[in-house]
C-alpha cells in the first residue's frame, strides 16, 4: 500500500487523521458548551449521548484509530525528518517557519498527555477527588462533576494549558492540512495561514471559557 | 593542405535528404556494442547523448559541472530560432538560411547553414513535446518575436531563460537514458588527453575532480561538445568552468583549429566596475528591441542623463544604420559603442559605457508593458548596479560572449581527426565570421539531435567496435602525461597565482585581439603572449595536490591551454588581412567604418595545425563557394 | 570595508570540519560576495594556504552550481538572489560572516563548502521527462497549451535546481524542487499521459535518497532564489492524490 510507507501518502493520512480530530473538536466543544444552560443541559446532553452503547463504542473506536494513526506517523515522520536534516549549522536564520511549526511534535506530545488525563477523569472517572453522582432526573450529573473539578485552580489551568497547545497544534495544522491536500494555491496561502490561527484561537478561547467561566465563579453548582 | 569539407553536390533544398540516404547505418542489434564518449552536456553535447543513448549505443557522458544540468548554454536568454513562418510573414527554410550567410558574412559553409535551416523546425517540435514552457498567445498557439536583427519574427522563446528551458529539456531527455542504462554520466570530471589509436579518435583521458583520479576512458568514437573559447579574454559573459582545453588538448592531438579569430563580442552587456571584476553579466539583446542606444554628443560629458537634452544626445545606431536602427546586428552594434566610448563620449566608471534608454517606450507603452517584457532583466540590472533602468536608462558595454571559430569539422560534423565529432560551439562550422542572435541554441540542438545521430552511425558502421582496450599503450601513456603535466604545474611553486595570469593575458586579448584589430596591436600580442606563457611556467603558484579536490590545478591547466591558444587567435587574426563579421581590422574598413571583406582572397576556412609549442602552426584553407547566395557587401543601412 | 569571515573548511568527506576565522580587507561594494571570496583566496594562496573551495560556475545566477549558506540562510537571504548575484553593498563595515555548506544528510559534503547533489538527479533520472523519442513527435502547434498552463509551467521550470531548498527545509526535505518539474509537466498536455507515474516515482526517489518529508515550513520558498512556491507542492500533493486513485 503506497499510502502506508510513501513519504506523500503518510503525510496525507496524517492530514485527513487530523482533520477528523479537528471535527472531533468542533462538536466536542458544541457539546461541552451545553454546560452554559445548566445541569438539565449537559446532563441531558451526556444522556442522549450514551443511549447508545453500540455507537458509543464504534465511534470512540474510531477515534481512537484516527488518533493512532496520526500520533504513530507523527513520530515516524518526525523522526525521518530530524535524521534527513542532521542540524549542524553554526548559524541558522529561519525566514518562515514558527514556533507552532517547528514544535508540532512537542505540542502534539502534549495534547495526547492530557488526552489520556482528560479520559482518565471524565469518561473513567478515575482521578481522585472526582465527584460522580445522579442528578435529579437519575442521569449521571455531568454539570456537577465538571463545576467541581474545574473548581480547582491547578485543573483549570492544565486545561488551560493544554487549549494553548492546541492553539499552536492547529494554527499550523489547519493550513498543512489544506497544503497537503492539494487545496492551495499563491492566493489561497495567506489566507490559510491566518484563517489557520483565527479557527484556532475561536477554539482555543471557547474551550477555555469552560473552566474561566466556572473558576471565575460565575458558573455555579 | 586544401581541406574536403564533403558536402553534397547537387541542388541545395535536398542535399541532407540525400546525404541522409547514401550515409551507412548500424544494424539495431549491434548498436550497443559500440561506445561513444560525449564531452560536455549543455545543448549539444546533452542533445547527442541523450539521442545516441536512445537509439541503443552505449554512451559515456562526461561534464565538469556537478550536474549535466548546468552546462553553460544554461544562461543564453533571447531565444531559438526556426523557420517555422507560424506569423505568416514570409520567413521559409530559404530566409533562414540566407540571414544565417549574410549574417555570418559570407564565412561560412552553405550545406551546413541550409542544413541547420532545415531541421530548426524539427527542434522546436522536440522540445514543445518534452515540456519545454515557450512562451504561447492567448490562444494557446507559440508565440514568436523578431530578435537579433531579423525581419521576420522567427524567435521562439521562454520568458528570458529560453536557454534554460531548452537545457533542462536535453537534460531530461538526458535523464530518461541515464534512467534506461543507455546512458552512464560522469559529473565533474574533466577531460584533459584525446586518446588518439593510429589516427584514429578512441578515447579521452579525464580527471576525476573529487578524487584527483586521472584514468582513460575508451570508446569506438569522441564527440567534443565542450563550448567556446572567449574565456581566454578572461572577462566575458562566459562561465567560470568554461575554457579551451578540451579542443585544445585535441588540437594538440592532430585535430586542427578553424578561425579562432572569429569571437563575438555582445552589445549589451553590464559594463566593467572594477578590477576586481571575474565576469560579465550579458542581457538579452531583446531589449534592444524596446530601448535605444545612445551617447552624449559632446566629449567628456558628466551630466546625469536626465540632464541631458534630447538634442544633445546621439543615437547613433539610428543615425547611421536607419532601417535596422537599434536592431543591428551584433558586431556593429558592439563596435558602434567602443566607437563613441573611444570618441571619449562614453559613460559610466571610466567612460567605457553607452545608454540603452527606455524613456520612450515606457512613454508609449507603459511600464507594465515594459516590466512585462523584460522585467528579470531589469531586475538583474538593478542587482548588478544598484540602478533602477525605469527610472535611469541602462549602462550597456560590449562583452565576448561566443567563439565562432572551433574546432574543424567537415560537413558530418567529424574532425580532421576520424572519430572525433566536435558539435555546438565548439566546432567552427555554421555561424562564419558572425552569429546572429537565437542561432546559438539552434545549432547546439540540430547537431545534437538531428546531425550527429545519423552521421556518426556513418562512421561507425565502417569500424569493428570495442578495438581498443583501457590497457593499450596510448592509454597508458595519455595517463602519464597529464600526470606529468600536473604535477609540473604543482611543483613551480612560484609567486604569482592563476587569476593574476589570467587577467594579464586577458589584457593582452582584449587590448589588441579584441572588437578592433590591426597589424600592429595583433604583432605586440604575439610577441606579448608567450612571454607571460613563459613566465607563467617559471612563476605560477598552485597550491594542495593533484590527489584532491583542487579548483587551482584546475584553473592552471585551463590557463595554460589559454596561453598556448590565444597566441593561435592573435596568429589567425593577423593572417586574415581583411575584416568580416566578428573580426574587425582596422586597416580594412570602408569608408563609413564598415568592415571591408576581401573576398578574392580570404574566402576560405583557415584551419590550423598544431606542431608544438613555441613552433609556427601550419594552416589549412577549406576554400567557401556560394552557389545559393551571392557574396555582396554585408549591409544593414 | 573590512570583514570579518567565519568559513566551514572541511577537507575531504569523512574529515572533520571546523568554522575558521578569515579578515576580508578592502572589500568594494560594488563587488559580488563570491569575487569578495576570489580576492580573500589570493591572498591565501599568496600566503601559502589553501584557498577556500566553493562551487561556482555562470556567476549570473542561473547554473545553480553556487551553494553557501550566509548567515544562516542559503544564497545568504536577500529575496530572489543566488549567492553569485549578492553583492557586497548589502553588507556594512566591520560585518562578522558566518558562511557554511548546504547541510542535509542527503548532501555529504566533499570540501569546504562543496557538497554532493548527485541525490537531486536521482530524483530527476526517476522520473523528471516526459518519454519522446528524438524526432517523431508532433508539430509544435499540433497540441495547444492555454496560455495559463504555458506560464504556469514556466513559473515551475525557473527552478535552476541548487537545492538551497533541502538546505533550507529543517526536514531536509526536496519536496519543493520535485514539485518544481512534477506540476511543470503535469499541467502540460505533453506531461500528462504519463503525470500518475511521474509524481509516484519521483516522490519515491526522494525519499530513497535520505530527504525528509515535507511538513510545510515554507523555509524552501523563502530561500529560493528564483521564488518557486510551495504551491506547487500542493500541486504536487492533488497529482499525488489522482495517481492513488488510478
Known sequence: MRILTSSVGRKILMSITGQLLIIFVLIHLIGNSTIFFGPNGINAYAKHLHDLPPLVWAFRLFMLAAVSVHICYGVMLTLENKAANPGAYAVKRNLKKSFASENMIWTGVLLAGFIIYHLLQFTVHGTPDIVVGLDAANRVDVFKMVVTSFGHGLISVTYMAAMVMLFLHLSHGIPSFLQTMGWNNEKTIPVYATGGKVISAILMVAYISIPAVILAGLLKL | MILDGKCPKGPIQTSWDRHRFDMKLVNPANKRKYKILVVGTGLAGGAAAASLGELGYNVEAFCYQDSARRAHSIAAQGGINAAKNYPNDGDSIYRLFYDTIKGGDFRAREADVWRLAQVSNNIIDQCVAQGVPFARDYAGYLDNRSFGGAQVSRTFFARGQTGQQLLLGAYSALSRQVKAGSVKLFARTEMLDLVVVDGEAKGITIRDLVTGEIRTHVGDAVVLATGGYVNVFYLSTNAMGCSVTANWRAVKKGAYFANPCYTQIHPTCIPQTGEHQSKLTLMSESLRNDGRCWAPKKKGDTRAPGEIPEEERDYYLERKYPSFGNLAPRDIASRAAKEQCDDSRGVGPGGRGVYLDFADSIKRLGEDTIRSRYGNLFEMYEKITDENAYKVPMRIYPAPHYSMGGLWVDYNCESNVPGLFVLGEANFSVHGANRLGASALMQGLADGYFVIPYTIANYLAKIKPGSVKADHPECKKSIEDVTGYNNKLLSINGKKTVSEFHRELGKIMWENVGMARSEQSLKEAIKKIPVLREEFWSNVKVTGSGAELNQQLENAGRVADFLEFGELLAKDALHRNESCGGHFRVEHQMPDGEAKRDDENYCYVGAWEFKGVDKEPELHKEPLTFENVHLAVRSYK | ?246
Open chain 3, 1 to 246: 570595508m573590512n570583514l570579518t569571515l567565519h568559513v566551514w573548511r572541511q577537507n575531504g568527506a569523512k574529515a572533520p570540519g571546523k568554522l575558521e576565522q578569515y579578515e576580508a580587507k578592502n572589500v568594494s561594494p560594488d563587488q559580488s560576495f563570491l569575487e569578495m571570496l576570489d580576492e580573500v583566496n589570493e591572498q591565501l594562496i599568496k600566503n601559502g594556504k589553501e584557498p577556500i573551495v566553493f562551487d561556482h560556475d555562470c556567476r549570473e545566477g542561473i547554473c545553480g552550481m553556487c551553494s553557501q549558506v550566509i548567515n544562516g540562510v542559503p544564497h545568504g537571504g536577500q529575496e530572489r538572489t543566488t549567492v553569485c548575484q549578492l553583492h557586497m553593498r548589502s553588507f556594512s563595515d566591520g560585518d562578522t560572516i558566518y558562511i557554511e555548506p548546504w547541510r542535509a544528510l542527503a548532501f555529504p559534503i566533499l570540501k569546504d563548502l562543496i557538497v554532493d547533489r548527485s541525490n537531486l538527479e536521482k530524483i530527476m533520472q526517476a522520473g523528471g521527462y516526459t518519454s519522446c523519442h528524438t524526432g517523431g513527435v508532433a508539430d509544435g502547434n499540433a497540441i495547444l497549451v492555454p496560455q495559463p498552463a504555458a506560464e504556469y509551467a514556466m513559473d515551475a521550470a525557473e527552478c535552476i535546481g541548487c537545492g538551497a531548498c533541502v538546505a533550507a527545509c529543517p526536514n531536509g526535505s526536496a519536496m519543493l524542487y520535485t514539485s518544481a518539474k512534477v506540476a511543470q509537466l503535469a499541467v502540460l498536455p505533453q506531461g500528462q499521459a504519463e503525470a500518475a507515474q511521474r509524481v509516484c516515482d519521483m516522490t519515491d526517489a526522494a525519499q530513497a535518497a535520505g530527504f525528509g518529508n515535507c511538513s510545510n515550513h515554507y523555509e524552501c520558498q523563502a530561500a529560493c532564489p528564483k521564488g518557486v512556491s510551495v504551491k506547487f507542492i500542493a500541486k504536487l500533493n492533488r497529482e499525488y492524490q489522482k495517481a492513488l486513485f488510478k
